[in-house]
């Protein structure tokens, strides 16, 4: 089982919906990463959270501790935020990130 | 401000033929910095970090190799690429505070 666990794996939306995409993870965190991935390879990070919830334009993550969980949600979804998304862990034991699969997400018009 | 380059940005390479990508950052100095590839389809593997000059640790065996000879430099190798290296190498640095990592734009490898 990995240490971190995204779902859906691929999301299909239209524009306009409201998408959520989830992230589990098994291990002591001392933060979490968003991060997103566009279809040329580059990545973005969008958000690091270690508690509650942040907002940045139409994108809110979200983090429950106690439950190992946390939430990315992309209000009034467009077309250009079709992009994997990933989610990332650091652990309180090191100072790598350990990485979920991603989830593909594609918003059509 | 910071910024981390990458290059090349595209490669293709024969079985056999021996690698070399880098990695420089600006803006910062001492960064903790990162080598990752992702093969296709795949998630981020982790394969190098280093926390300054000359120190490198490897999180998976293989045939690649990294090295940092300067503050701001990394340098990923290997001296006989495999049909198995193919894939996209990103290099990040991290900042003490936050601990926030930042991505280069990748290298992807083709080894035909």
């Known amino acids: 089982k990995n240490e971190v666990e995204q779902s859906p794996q691929n999301l299909t939306a239209q524009e306009g919906e409201f998408i959520t995409i989830n992230c589990s993870y098994s291990v002591g965190i001392s933060a979490l990463h968003w991060l997103q991935q566009h279809p040329g390879g580059g990545i973005v990070s969008l958000f690091m959270?270690?508690?509650g919830k942040k907002k940045h334009g139409r994108l809110i993550a979200t983090i429950n501790i106690q439950e190992k969980h946390s939430s990315l949600h992309i209000t009034a979804s467009h077309p250009r935020d079709s992009a994997v998304y990933i989610c990332a862990v650091k652990t309180t034991s090191g100072s790598r990130l350990t990485f979920g699969e991603g989830t593909q997400l594609t918003v059509n018009p | 401000s910071q910024t981390i380059h990458q290059w090349p940005a595209t490669l293709v390479q024969p079985v056999g033929s021996p690698l070399s990508l880098e990695c420089t950052v600006e803006g910062t100095s001492n960064p903790n910095l990162y080598w990752y590839r992702q093969a296709a389809g795949r998630g981020l593997q982790l394969l190098f970090y280093s926390v300054g000059i000359g120190q490198i640790s490897s999180e998976v065996p293989q045939n690649l190799s990294a090295s940092r000879p300067q503050d701001r430099q990394f340098i990923l190798s290997s001296k006989k690429l495999l049909l198995s290296d193919s894939g996209f190498y990103l290099c990040?640095?991290?900042?003490?505070?936050?601990?926030?990592?930042?991505f280069g734009p990748g290298t992807r490898l083709t080894v035909l």
């Open positions: 959270l270690s508690s």
């Open positions: 990040a640095w991290q900042r003490d505070r936050p601990n926030e990592q930042f």
